[in-house]
């Protein structure tokens, strides 16, 4: 299966302030993934980074990419209170039939406080 | 619109008494799959399917049964469901690495 872990377990912030999570995974890594999902409700895609990436930026999000450390980092800026959300990382193959498995960590529970 | 849909949303049941909870998609992903969450331990994978008629075990698939006979819908069936099966379950399908969630299904079983 394809891993992500999730460090810390739980961030809380002022709105305004800067969040980073990271993710680390143990297989050999094609792309990475960042979902979203607030609280009881399904996950939502935010960001992929390919492996031939190092950084990759959409909205007040930047994503890096630490392959040879096996790490991913998620940096929210500017936080907002609607940024209060569980984040989840999560690798997967690069097209074909060959998901398999996958594997969500427990995430990162940020909570942004108004 | 693109979307996953899961019905029951909500469902409280007794042990032993069979049930179904449905998953369609209308965007003609091949792959789909399944997911319980709890908490302290994420989501975890219960089955998956790479297409019509191809499925397979994630990583804690006892308990659960699926089926795959048409694109668009990936059942979930628990023939004797048990108190430990009470959870937060998520239908989701996969094309070109970004998966796309149901609502969610939220399960008692007393």
């Known amino acids: 299966s394809q891993q992500g872990e999730e460090d810390p377990q739980a961030l809380s912030i002022q709105e305004g302030e800067n969040a980073t999570m990271n993710c680390s995974y143990k297989?050999?890594?094609?792309?990475l993934q960042w979902y979203r999902q607030n609280s009881g409700r399904g996950l939502v895609h935010l960001i992929l980074?390919?492996?031939?990436?190092r950084e990759k930026h959409s909205g007040r999000l930047r994503v890096t990419l630490d392959t040879s450390k096996k790490s991913s980092s998620l940096l929210i800026t500017a936080s907002r209170a609607a940024d209060t959300a569980s984040y989840f990382c999560?690798?997967?193959?690069?097209?074909?039939?060959?998901?398999?498995?996958?594997?969500f960590g427990q995430g990162t529970i940020l909570t942004v406080h108004p | 619109e693109a979307q996953v849909t899961q019905n029951p949303r909500y469902l409280i049941t007794v042990t032993g008494k069979k049930l179904t909870v449905t998953c369609s998609q209308n965007m003609n992903h091949e792959y789909m799959s399944w997911y319980r969450q709890d908490p302290g331990l994420g989501l975890r994978q219960i089955y998956y399917s790479m297409n019509v008629e191809v499925t397979d075990k994630g990583d804690v698939p006892e308990g659960y049964k699926v089926s795959r006979k048409e694109k668009r819908n990936f059942p979930l069936i628990l023939e004797s469901p048990s108190p430990n099966q009470t959870s937060l379950y998520f239908c989701?399908?996969?094309?070109?690495?970004?998966?796309?969630f149901g609502p969610g299904t939220r399960l008692t079983v007393l």
């Open positions: 297989t050999s890594i094609n792309n």
């Open positions: 989701a399908t996969l094309n070109y690495n970004e998966q796309f």
């Open positions: 980074i390919r492996s031939n990436e």
């Open positions: 999560v690798n997967t193959d690069a097209g074909g039939t060959s998901y398999g498995k996958l594997t």
